[in-house]
């Protein structure tokens, strides 16, 4: 999916978005989801069978390619939404950094990621009650960032491989956490 500069792609909830390996979300202009309590929007792979007895392929990491924020994007909000086995599963390319967040997740949990969680270069971001968690990159990079974080949990217990991501990762960065 291409969401173009000019365009708003607008996702209401009780959406469910099935994703081939190679698939995912790129957005140039403005991306809202806007799930509800109780009403999550679920973005995931498109694989419905089971790897093994007891695993399916819904808990499988990098089943698709996640969502990735062009410089050119700005004024996304992400609300109540679960976003799991992507590869990585937010990317936020550079932009310039500004007053105003570029990214603002509320009530999102991303989990099982063969990539990174959310990794935000040169963007302000704001995370409200969110989870990440179980991703083989970091859960939270800030590479050159600002990101306002309250009430949200960010654990790395990746179980498919060690050699896995620190939970928050600042890289000449400034967060400011709050609970």
């Known amino acids: 999916i291409r969401v173009d500069s000019a365009a708003t792609l607008t996702i209401l909830p009780p959406t469910v978005m099935y994703f081939s390996s190679t698939a995912g979300i790129d957005v140039y202009g403005h991306l809202n989801i806007a799930g509800q309590p109780g009403q999550d929007v679920v973005l995931r792979g498109d694989r419905l069978d089971w790897m093994f007895a007891n695993l399916p392929y819904d808990r499988v990491s990098g089943q698709w ?17 679960d976003l799991h086995s992507a ?34 270069h040169h963007s302000n971001v704001a995370i409200t009650n969110t989870l990440i968690s179980n991703t083989m990159g970091d859960c939270l990079l800030l590479d050159n ?9 960010f654990a790395q217990f990746y179980p498919f491989d060690a050699n896995r991501g620190w939970a928050v990762q600042l890289v000449n960065s400034q967060a400011s956490f709050a609970n």
């Open 65 to 81: 390619r996640g969502i990735r924020f062009h410089s050119s994007s700005t004024g996304n909000s992400l609300k109540y939404l």
């Open 87 to 120: 590869t990585d599963a937010i990317i936020c390319d550079s932009a310039e950094v500004g007053d105003t967040p570029r990214l603002s997740l509320e009530n999102v949990s991303i989990h099982n990621c063969s990539g990174y969680g959310l990794a935000a």
């Open 145 to 153: 960032s600002r990101a306002d974080i309250t009430y949200s949990t």
